[in-house]
């Protein structure tokens, strides 16, 4: 099949479009579908693929080609369809990655709690730490696989799900991330949008929200970086009809205090209970409160998140978090136990073998726990992954014990490590080590609510 890439198609030829690309020059929306068209198909030699990326890292698309890419993208396989009565309520989230990230885990129940449909298709992780569908997995009995119609009649009962990708949602991601992964072509906004988007646009959304970290711990360090991702993805979707905002938001430090699967789910359900850390809580009512305003539900985020407050305080959320992993395979007593405030949960997730404290070297205030240096750390225990496939140990992590700007004495114990080998091994012990700054002089700034800026768009491309 490869020939017909090579020669002009509906005046079109692969190669045309690589020499186009490569002299700067945007691609018009039938280049765009043809490209794709050919990856699905697997008309487009490795080669040729290979060449095409690399001359979209290197010079660019914009707002217009990455909408086409998306669309394309999106429409390379199903796209979800949902009862018309529900129209105006099906909502998500997406986060571009974070450090003790398990916002989802929070926030999905309490959208579902207030009415909203959340039909979230969420990943593994690939890197330190692992990704929503580990963490949730570290729950036994918890099933992630769900094709639409099972997705329908969970998103009916209970209001939401977060499943894995299923084989007929963008296949074209599938194919063109993969040739990214080898060729050096990951790190290029316009493939990173479309990339993300596209599987957002497939779940058939009204409204998205879109947490885009920046710092340390994120994929985008510094703002700048964020600020452009974050633009490209609200400007797309806006343009193909999804109602989305982005939250920049501060990734430097981990978000709350767990950092591993199971010790993450723990935190998601005292922050279900009302006793989450005050970070997490705020990131979620932010992310939360701008959703459901723009959906209409409330009048200003303030009031979302009054709403999405008490519908925590009164157990509703934590109620649709219960029935949703009893709806994904979760037997009903273990899921009873689990979110019963009164039970030990370690008697039901899965625990590390040995719990270490580290002390802190010396007398100050802390400036900074470096989130990076604390994923290396748990995915060097077996948190994350390091090639697809790898198993992972749901038990190990960390637990912070201290936060920024708190004071800390010479020997205080900074963070627990949940560890599964005897003693922790050398190398974690070195990243975590250089985890924690502590510095003499007061923090004078710091910024409760992580939240770094607010990205909206009244671009439409439809
Ligand atoms: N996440 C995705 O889904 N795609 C990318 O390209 C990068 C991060």
Redesign the pocket.
Known sequence: MAATTNSASNGISILDLILKKKQGSALTKEEIEYFVQGVVDDAISKEQLGAMLMATVLKGLDDFETTCLTRAMMNSGEVMSWPEKWRGKIVDKHS??GVGDKISLVLAPILASCGMKVPMVS?RGLGHTGGTLDKLESIPGFSVAFNTSAMRSILEDVGCCIVGQTETLVPA?KK??AT?DITGT?D?VG??????VS?KAAENLDFLILDVKCGKGA?TNSEEEAFELGTRMVNIANGLGINTAALMTEMTNPIGQAIGNALEVAESLSCLHGKGPKDVMNLVYQLGGHLLSRAGLKETVEMSCSMMEALVRDGKAMDCFRRMIIAQGVAEDTAKRLCDPENDVWAILPKAKHVTGLKSDKKGFIHEIDSKRCAIASGKMGAGRSKSGDVLQFGVGLMLQVGVGDAIDKGDVWVNVHHDTDSIPVDVLTELEQALVVEDQELTSKNESRVMKVITSSLDMH
Not at 191 to 196: A, D, G, N
């Open positions: 571009t990655g990943g991601d063109l991330y990214r990951v290029s493939l990173i949008s479309s990339s993300i599987k994929s």
